[in-house]
């Protein structure tokens, strides 16, 4: 099984936004920008560093937020940037992809006069880092409600008062060019940035194998069980248990790896699911489980996107379904509600019923296995199921 690297990390973009707390698109318009002022440069051999940085800035942002609080990072303090950056590069570091784009990442706080994160100065500062630093600076500050002429005169004047404090002053000068044409002005208000950044990205392909897949899917998994307290290793614990469920049910290598796999990112919609709801100690009301229920939802539908995951798609994200066809999003029932699904299902019920939340300690496994045996005895899932689940544990 082989997948499209840079096809996946656009995919997972989407819900990195939502997770860090940015605007959608918010690093699929960062990687534009970026990519913009690689060409200008005449240097295309950084282009596929440069996109994978700019989709991964930001990546250690929603750790950062669980460790700290969200009120560091809205005052901007340097510690915040500190702590995202450095979580962003060990993330990273754990990706099939060049080193180069960890260390871009680690650095891409830095200010030419040498007050950034790392105190770094001038040329010290890698010269990827420069320019994703200096396009997300565009992004996050240019207001695409006020395109006028007298508001372009002001961004620009505004740009030119960090040369040489924030930013390489040749770096400037080359966005400041490309700002003299109505294009990039415009492109910048876009309201889908795909249909600009798609061109971009290179050509050839960057294809990566089973094992770099699964890499990438427990750095996510990180990623989603982190929004939580409650959740450190709710997605690992899943993904092993599943994993030893399909090997003694005969399933072949590869299909026991893609069932470890979906196990990772089952809950990858939960990165849409505020805080305050994931954490709440009471009763959800109606409109709560509304928004928790639409997780799953989302999960599948980017995981759909992925050439490659057409399986992994149908499994962990139906894991709220089951047999009788009461379950969400879909309502499926009987054949529908697969044996793989069903897998990922029950690993998540008992994953959940014994770790602890805010709102009642842990289970026993005893007690998490009766409960589970209630549901099979109604139909909700195959007795065999938990039966492998029963004798692996």
């Known amino acids: 099984m082989k997948t499209n690297l840079n096809a996946l990390l656009l995919s997972f973009s989407y819900l990195l936004d939502i997770a860090e707390g940015n605007q959608l698109q918010h690093s699929k318009r960062v990687a534009y920008i970026a990519m913009q002022i690689i060409l200008k440069l005449n240097k295309p051999e950084f282009l596929n560093l440069t996109f994978q940085a ?3 800035h930001d990546i250690g942002l929603s750790h950062s937020i669980f460790l700290h609080g969200s009120e560091e990072f809205i005052k901007g303090e340097t510690i915040a940037k500190d702590i995202h950056t450095k979580v962003g590069y060990e993330i990273v570091r754990t990706l099939p992809v060049d080193k180069k784009v960890a260390i871009t990442i680690k650095y891409h706080h830095e200010r030419w006069d040498g007050l950034g994160v790392e105190r770094l100065k001038g040329d010290n500062i890698p010269f990827l880092a420069q320019v994703i630093s200096l396009a997300d ?3 996050l500050n240019y207001d695409k409600t006020k395109d006028s002429f007298k508001y372009r005169n002001d961004f620009r004047d505004m740009l030119e008062k960090e040369k040489n404090l924030k930013f390489n002053d040749s770096l400037v000068d080359i966005l400041l060019e490309l700002l003299q044409k109505d294009k990039l002005w415009l492109d910048l208000c876009v309201y889908n940035i795909d249909s600009l950044l798609l061109p971009l990205i290179p050509k050839q392909s960057v ?3 089973i094992d770099e897949l699964e890499q990438i899917s427990e750095a996510f998994a990180m990623i989603i069980d982190k929004k939580s307290e409650f959740t450190l290793t709710h997605s690992k614990m899943i993904s092993k248990r599943a994993f030893k469920i399909a090997k003694a049910l005969g399933y072949d290598d590869l299909k026991c790896r ?3 796999i979906s196990g990772y990112l089952h809950d990858i ?3 849409t699911i505020p805080n305050y709801i994931l954490e709440k100690p009471g ?7 509304l928004i928790i229920k639409k997780h799953a939802y989302y999960s599948k539908f980017m995981l759909q996107q992925i050439k490659g995951f057409e399986e992994i798609s149908q499994w962990g994200p139906n894991h709220h379904e089951n047999l009788l066809g009461t379950g969400y999003p879909e309502g499926l029932s009987g054949s529908q509600f697969t044996e793989e699904a069903q897998i990922i299902a029950i690993c998540d019920i008992y994953q959940a019923l014994i770790e602890d939340r805010v709102y009642r300690p842990g289970m026993s496994c005893d007690k998490a296995f009766q409960i589970l045996n209630n549901l099979v005895n109604k139909g909700y899932y195959h007795k065999y199921i938990l ?3 029963i004798k692996i544990s």
């Open 54 to 56: 700019a989709i991964l």
């Open 137 to 139: 600076y565009v992004e």
């Open 207 to 209: 294809k990566i194998n």
């Open 258 to 260: 893609k069932i470890k």
């Open 269 to 271: 919609g939960k990165l």
């Open 283 to 289: 009763k959800l009301t109606n409109e709560e489980m």
């Open 387 to 389: 039966d492998t689940l």
